[in-house]
């Protein structure tokens, strides 16, 4: 990105801080017809053909995808995991991933951090403050004050784990409580009041490969932002999980999609390949957001 | 550090690395006759006269901290939210504190990660592979698989969130399950089991301002490590958590002391002040480790 751009960019992203994240979603919505994010997890052992499997050739790789991909995406994802795998320049990297990433596309961190107060009060400053990620995703093992210094920035939507599209998700997550509900629900049913009064909002990670799920989430939650993972390589089923899992104001989703549009081809052409598969799955979307 | 230093430190670890991380700790422990990990948790708004309030200087007072510290400490934490907050500088600082540490005191990475599988193995890359931990904090939430690809590296210990030391603990962890037991005593019962035939050790993170339910948690993991957070500035009861938390080889315990170490004084003797409060907290100790 050249200078001017660079200028025009934080230009936008601070004229727009002032949106809530929702409104920027229900906008990104709209441009789209859908609610494809993104999910830039980059795999240096599947790297295509000629793309060196290192920090720049990723970097290299991300913005050719971002740019095939910016017609059909609401919204790109970028694992923390791969780029502090790449050591001392991962964060470097990341930051000029983000500065590719267009004004009116949303960016999640996707970090899974919690920590106390003070600990969490410098992820989020590492996030929201350096970073200028639109959004980050949270753990809710630790209970609200974990999440609170996440809320303090405008215009930011902090996803929190609620179901997740693991196998394991299992082993806590579905265990009914004494009060009958599973730990899922209890989380859905609590995360959302924690933005009550905060600059910030509250959304909630929903695994797409339970849709069955997503529909009783989302009588809980009829408001909250989901974020959902697990459509594609892991199985979940798009046409289900929007027919249950769209907000009232009928957007308020995120469905993500990784591995089979970054890796659709790797040869010379994954950048269109990748294309083409954003493009077929937001025309699969287009009558729910019609 | 000289050049020669980090030769003998990278041999000694690489020889060490044979040992597991219990028998490591064992040996600390008989070396300082304590417990004491002290948490390198800077916060660059306190940091001491004269030493200026960026990375550079972070390193330079922690280093201090370390040197001034070191016949006392069983075990360094360094929390990685601070290093993220530093931005694209911030991993490089981590590495070099980290080769800062001596070869015979452990080092942990708190950094409560957790993700599916494929993304959990990049965090155990950057935080095993690359720095070089002895040890990391994760968070449950996600189970089994978020947890194994940590699992992998011989001689380390993978301590697992149970019950943390914040007020949010009673949002999630202490919910009661239908079974009858708390989260947090289901989490004590299944994670150490997922160290079964794996490389490295799981422990787990019990927070000691809830010194009542450290016994508890002994008693439904008698052999595992336990680091325990929330001793002094968060009001943990020393002798309480050490009569309580030993394991059954004598050991298996680290108390985490962070601030009332860390910022013992805030004038040119903050590492002697440091010193002097190390010594303090391991005189305590000592009658459980004799």
Redesign the interface.
Same mark, same amino acid.
């Given at each position: 990105m050249g200078g001017q751009n660079r200028f025009l960019f934080s230009e936008m992203v601070w004229g727009m801080k002032m949106e809530s994240f929702s409104k920027r979603l229900k906008s990104a919505v709209a441009r789209t017809r859908g609610c494809l994010c993104v999910g830039l997890?980059v #795999?240096l052992r599947k790297m295509p053909k000629d793309v060196p499997a290192d920090g720049p050739g990723a970097l290299r790789f991300c913005r050719a995808i971002i740019e095939a991909t910016r017609p059909y995406a609401a919204a790109y994802k970028a /694992?923390l995991?791969?780029f502090?795998?790449l050591?001392?320049?991962?964060?470097?990297i990341l930051?000029l991933l983000r500065q590719s990433i267009p004004y009116d596309t949303l960016f999640i961190a #996707?970090a899974?951090?919690?920590?106390?107060? /003070?600990?969490?009060e *410098? $992820?989020a400053?590492?996030?929201y403050?350096?970073l200028k990620s639109d959004s980050v995703t949270l753990? @809710? $093992?630790?209970?609200?004050?974990?999440v609170g210094p996440f809320l303090k920035y405008p215009g930011t939507c902090s996803f929190v784990?609620c179901l997740?599209?693991? @196998?394991?998700?299992? #082993?806590?997550?579905l265990? *009914?409580?004494?009060s009958?509900e599973k730990?899922y629900q209890?989380?859905a049913k609590?995360a959302p009041g924690w933005a009550k009064d905060q600059a910030g909002e509250v959304g909630l990670v929903v695994g797409a490969t339970k849709a069955d799920y997503v529909k009783d989430l989302r009588a809980l939650a009829p408001d909250t932002a989901f974020l959902v993972p697990g459509v594609g390589a892991q199985g979940g089923d798009l046409q289900a999980v929007l027919q249950a899992g769209r907000a009232r104001d009928g957007a308020g989703i995120l469905v993500n999609v990784s591995r089979s549009i970054l890796y659709a081809s790797s040869e010379h052409d994954y950048a269109e390949a990748a294309r083409i598969e954003a493009q077929r799955l937001v025309e699969e979307m287009k009558p729910f957001f019609s």
């Open positions: 997890d #795999d /694992n995991a791969f502090e795998s050591g001392a320049h991962g964060f470097e930051e #996707d899974k951090r919690g920590d106390i107060g /003070n600990t969490s *410098a $992820y400053k590492a996030l403050g350096i753990s @809710p $093992y630790m209970g609200k004050d974990s784990l997740t599209s693991n @196998p394991s998700a299992e #082993d806590f997550q265990q *009914a409580l004494a009958g730990l209890k989380v609590t």
